[in-house]
């Protein structure tokens, strides 16, 4: 079904574009591996674009490229799991979401925490806020209460002793009226119930309600403990409404004669009530600072996971060698110093990578790694040990050089270097120095290996090859070159000033290598015969003369290397 409108088409060209960089890095991968060729990824690729175009279906490249017959699944699953470190049994698993799992950025590679700083922060205030406040409510509620109770006895003594005051005249009359008509005023006070008077019998003889006058009073069941305060006793009960309500008596005395009792009951629902409005404030109170506590938590919360995200990606950018990554937080705070320590971290990794870097180029990886290692060890100071000098330099190079532009020839000497840099490295030594156009290289120091003296010839004929090769396209600075090696003892360490330092190789072992090399015509390795003895079983050499040597009281004999025993672990095993 061909997949006609624009925004659709639009769509899956998307989609595809998208994939294209993945795809294209695993076929390049299946390249390497001799699985496909350039031609046939470019053409699985287009077969993929097509099929996408034509049925909307985005087809991996693995399954393309099995289904075009140009590889087995097995082979390319093996490619997979062997490069991208991974381990998937077909093309049908999940393979991107894995490499994205194994290679992805570290963020998304890196563990979700369990609980976020945000969310931590946000219960934290939750917490702390809720227990402050539901706390300190308690406690003041609890206070408010008990002063309210306390104010009730307080309002409802005086009413009681107004009546008290008022009642015993009235009683040694047997003034039922005037009774009657004192406790009536008393309906009009807010919050009192009731108010009675009884005489010596527990007889009701004034009551608010006028339908119990001549009863028996009942004492009510108190809730707690009467409690007497002076002449007055209190105590609380609930009523048959289930109102909470305060009774106080008081004997009615008149010449050290109890004539009877006053009761007043006062309702403490309103303090209930009062406490119930303070608690709904309270709570709209907590609810308001609770958001707002929350609302500042996951801002404080994000502001402070933003910048360790972006760490996060510093320390991964760093990690795989960006030390130009800098992280941009303009904060006044611990943050923000962190991101100032973290960016003045990726200048020193800089200027240390700097320096590996160019003292990589002379030394090899595996020297460099034993140097930084332990910078201070013994064997960057003076020390003597056996090794193998090996010196090249450019037969005829000042009347080379003053027939040439500069620039040509700075040109062909860093690409003589270069050539030579890498046969040295390539067979273990070390490259100590560039004198002019000659080159200084070092085996057996400062890492000591049994056969230094096999390696330094190796690579002597290793460079002569290779010159001789590259000197066909016309650089005949290339061709001009003679090699002079020769092992014995020498001493290496640490030499110069306070101010400049290099670690280098002394000793007649290195001056006689380097008259050897003067003394080499152009492609020519000249050695002595310490290097031929224990070699003769693997090289062939011709007699090149016995030769006068500036510093050296005997004459010299010299010989030519023509050919050595192929042995190739000997260039892999550095």
């Known amino acids: 079904m061909q997949m006609t409108p624009k925004n659709w088409f639009s769509a899956l060209r998307h989609l595809f574009q998208r994939r294209l960089p993945e795809d294209r890095k695993l076929g390049q991968v299946l390249i390497e591996r001799g699985i496909l060729t350039e031609r046939q990824l470019n053409d699985v690729l287009a077969a993929q674009r097509q099929r996408l175009v034509d049925t909307g279906q985005a087809v991996r490249l693995g399954h393309m490229i099995t289904e075009l017959g140009l590889a087995a699944e097995a082979d390319v699953v093996a490619v997979i799991n062997e490069n991208f470190r991974i381990s998937v049994a077909s093309l049908s698993d999940n393979i991107r979401e894995l490499i994205l799992r194994r290679r992805g950025p570290l963020a998304q590679r890196l563990p979700k925490p ?58 040694i009359q047997d003034d039922i009226l005037s009774l009657n008509t004192l406790i009536k005023a008393a309906t009009s006070t807010e919050g009192l119930r009731y108010a009675m008077v009884t005489d010596t019998q527990g007889l009701i003889r004034a009551h608010t309600d006028v ?92 502001r402070f996971a933003q910048p360790i995200q972006t760490l996060v990606a510093a320390t991964e950018a760093i990690g795989k060698g960006d030390y130009h990554y800098r992280v941009a937080l303009n904060r006044n705070d611990e943050l923000g110093n962190l991101a100032t320590a973290f960016n003045q971290m990726g200048e020193e990794l800089f200027r240390h990578s700097l320096t590996r870097q160019s003292f990589g180029k002379y030394v090899g990886a595996e020297v460099l790694e034993m140097i930084l290692a332990d910078p201070e060890k013994m064997w960057l100071k003076g020390h003597k040990n056996e090794a193998t000098i090996f010196f090249a330099d450019i037969r005829g190079f000042t009347a080379y050089s003053e027939n040439r532009e500069p620039e040509l020839v700075v040109e062909m000497l860093n690409r003589y270097f270069e050539i030579a840099t890498r046969a040295i490295l390539d067979y273990g030594g070390y490259v100590d120095k560039f004198i002019g156009d000659a080159v200084l290289g070092v085996f057996g120091v400062p890492v000591f290996r049994k056969d230094h003296t096999e390696r330094a010839v190796r690579a002597a004929l290793a460079l002569k090859t290779q010159l001789q090769a590259s000197s066909i396209n016309g650089n005949t600075m290339l061709s001009s070159v003679g090699i002079g090696l020769h092992t014995g003892p020498i001493v290496s360490g640490n030499i110069g000033s306070q101010d400049k330092m290099e670690y280098t190789v002394i000793g007649d072992t290195v001056n006689l290598a380097s008259r050897l090399s003067s003394l080499a015509a152009a492609g020519e390795v000249l050695v002595t015969s310490a290097i031929c003895e224990p070699l003769a079983d693997r090289i062939q050499v011709e007699p090149a003369g016995v030769r006068s040597i500036k510093g050296k009281s005997e004459p010299v004999k010299t010989f030519r290397v023509t050919a050595i025993e192929q042995r190739a672990h000997v260039r892999s095993s550095r």
């Open 114 to 171: 369990a609980m976020p700083i945000w969310l931590k922060l946000c219960l934290g205030v939750l917490l702390i806020v809720t227990v402050t406040i539901v706390s300190f409510s308690y406690f003041m509620i609890n206070r408010q209460k008990a002063r309210l109770f306390d104010q009730t006895v307080t309002v409802g003594t005086v009413s009681l002793n107004y009546f008290v005051n008022n009642a015993r005249i009235p009683l």
């Open 211 to 302: 339908g119990r006058i001549g009863t028996r009073r009942i004492a009510p069941k108190a809730t707690a403990s009467p409690v007497k305060h002076g002449d007055t006793t209190y105590f609380s009960f609930p009523s048959a409404s289930g109102e909470q309500i305060l009774n106080l008596t008081r004997d009615v005395v008149f010449q050290d004669k109890r004539l009877g009792s006053v009761h007043v009951g006062v309702s403490l629902n309103f303090i209930e009530q009062l406490v119930d409005k303070e608690i709904q404030s309270i709570l709209m109170m907590t609810l308001g600072t609770v958001s707002f506590g929350l609302a500042i938590a996951v801002f404080i919360g994000i």
